[in-house]
């Protein structure tokens, strides 16, 4: 398949599907997670582990929560603690240097890691020598092999050529700069001034300095915007030509994320001029040869992402699209979300609680969820049709020893309206999201989910395009 290719997206079709669902960075999604999955839990995932085949043949993904920004940027729904005090850092490295201790104690020094990145909040929030100090303390306890994924995430303005020399020398070959919009009169209205020259002379240094991918984040929604202001920043962002770039839509939820109380819902965009700004992203986009890889992402031709995209190779984790194969993934640091085996598992939100945990040495895990049968078989069909665009009855039949059509009945026969919009078809063999169904993949996999079919409260996902 080569979902890939342009199709024509028509703002009615956008509209049609302006609807809420979940991303899939995991199945079940976060929001099933339980309290009565435990710290014992979690330390029997790992016990599996380590005894089983993956100890040998799975790779581990990490994922590291460092929470602390400077600054408040009002549309942000992360778990973040803004503070001016660096000094904050200290300690919390401290307690990330046991939480590790913690996981080698069960699985040993030295698993193999393929797959680094530093979320938050703010990674950059760390010095320069700080940084140095996590980085020496996972490769003290972990193997990172040569060639894979490690990324970081950049405010722009807490780094400067000086400081992309240290990310280089430290092993990072990916950032992801947080762009959003560069319009002044948006940055302003968010709390997020940064100029976009400091931007282009940022990704160009981080070109000099052989940054194998540089992605740009950007959101649409936001207070100020509008179809023709966001249309110079799309220019802008061509012109600047990063390697990947993610597409974002704003959901405004104030009674859920307090510093959204900030923003001027006057100043919102309507919905019919969100529409027509994702319309004009893809236009911009594709039309400047990027590859839709899936959902908000774009990709040049040459990244790695969208050779995985047109190999059948693309993944999908905790961290979005990926082109490592399916690893488990240990989630480190406050409110960090992992996966060992058939488990998700959440760590402690608040750092009070979180340092609580790790002085008692106990692992910070509050929450979670052990996967059923059934939550297994349902993974592997969202995941191969939002990753390969397609699921073969014969390859889940043969893995999970069930009859597809037999147990999938109900939702075979709800595609049937998908396929007459010309979003997929479903024949003997399988089911196959075509071209323009790729832009509304989420749509297409939320009828095999079956927790979405019981509870159709929608509201707490983002849109689904």
């Not at 710290?39 to 089983?52: H, N, P």
């Not at 990704?203 to 966001?230: C, W």
């Not at 969202?382 to 009945?409: H, K, N, T, W």
Request: hydrophobic residues 40%; charged residues 20%.
């Amino acid at each position: 398949m080569n979902a890939a290719v342009a199709a024509p997206i028509s703002e009615d079709l956008l509209r049609r599907f302006d609807v809420s669902g979940p991303r899939y960075t995991s199945y079940p999604t976060a929001d099933r997670f339980v309290e009565a999955f435990s710290v014992e839990d979690y330390t029997q995932a790992l016990k599996q582990r380590r005894s089983g085949a993956a100890a040998m043949t799975l790779p581990l993904s990490l994922y590291v929560h460092i929470p602390f920004c400077e600054s408040l940027c009002y549309y942000c729904a992360c778990n973040k603690i803004i503070t001016k005090h660096h000094d904050r850092a200290t300690p919390y490295l401290r307690y990330l240097s046991r939480e590790v201790d913690l996981h080698t104690e069960h699985l040993g020094v030295g698993q193999t890691v393929t797959q680094l990145h530093l979320g938050g909040g703010t990674p950059t929030f760390l010095s320069d020598d700080e940084l140095r100090e996590l980085m020496g303390m996972l490769r003290r306890n972990f193997t990172f092999t040569p060639g894979g994924e490690y990324s970081i995430e950049v405010d722009p303005r807490t780094i400067d050529a000086k400081r992309l020399d240290t990310l280089a020398e430290l092993g990072f070959n990916r950032l992801s700069f947080g762009v959003q919009d560069f319009d002044p009169a948006v940055q302003k209205a968010v709390h997020r001034v940064q100029p976009a020259e400091q931007v282009f002379a940022l990704v160009e240094a981080a070109r000099q300095r052989g940054f194998e991918s540089i992605n740009v984040d950007l959101i649409y929604g936001l207070p100020q915007q509008n179809p023709e202001s966001f249309d110079r920043t799309l220019a802008q962002v061509v012109a600047l030509r990063p390697d990947r770039i993610a597409l974002y839509a704003y959901a405004h939820l104030p009674e859920r994320f307090k510093p959204q109380r900030r923003i001027n819902t006057v100043e919102l965009p309507s919905g019919a001029a969100k529409v027509a700004m994702l319309a004009r992203s893809m236009a911009a986009f594709m039309g400047a040869s990027y590859v839709y890889v899936g959902m908000d992402h774009f990709a040049l031709p040459t990244d790695a992402l969208a050779v995985a995209k047109r190999q059948g190779r693309l993944h999908r984790n905790f961290q979005g699209y990926s082109t490592q194969p399916d690893c488990d993934l240990i989630g480190l640091g406050v409110s960090s979300i992992g996966r060992i085996g058939a488990t998700y598992s959440q760590n402690a939100k608040t750092l009070e609680e979180y340092y609580d945990f790790l002085d008692q040495g106990r692992f910070p895990v509050v929450r979670g969820l052990g996967l059923s049968r059934d939550d297994l078989v349902r993974r592997a069909v969202i995941m191969a049709l939002m990753c390969q665009g397609q699921v073969l009855f014969e390859s889940i039949e043969l893995a999970y020893l069930v009859d597809f059509q037999r147990y999938f009945a109900t939702e075979i026969e709800s595609l049937h309206q998908l396929a007459e919009q010309g979003l997929v078809t479903v024949d003997e063999s399988g089911i196959q999201v075509t071209a323009m169904g790729w832009f509304f993949v989420r749509a297409v996999a939320m009828v095999f989910d079956r927790y979405l079919q019981t509870d159709r409260t929608r509201a707490k996902f983002s849109k689904i395009i």
